[in-house]
């Protein structure tokens, strides 16, 4: 989705950010498995749980652009 983002930064500290951003806002559908590791329900080809994640990620992906946490300043519009 980045490309449809070009403002949005990009750094290590941006990226996390926007990915917990997304991760807090869809419903955690993970569950353990037997062999102890962490797997997730989420199929993603099921257009439902994918629009649903895709409007989070664009929504963070959008406010992180605005206020980067690294301090990155948005190019000066020209005018
Ligand atoms: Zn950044």
Do not use: W
């Amino acid at each position: 989705m980045r490309p449809h983002f070009p403002d949005f930064c990009g750094c290590e500290v941006c990226r996390e950010d926007a990915l917990v951003y997304t991760l807090n806002r869809i419903p955690a559908r993970y569950v353990s498995s037997t062999t102890g590791s962490a797997v997730t329900e989420v199929t993603l080809e099921k257009e439902q749980s994918r629009a649903a994640i895709e409007v989070s990620m664009m929504d963070g992906l959008r406010k992180i652009s605005l206020a980067p946490r690294c301090g990155r300043t948005r190019p000066a519009k020209q005018s």
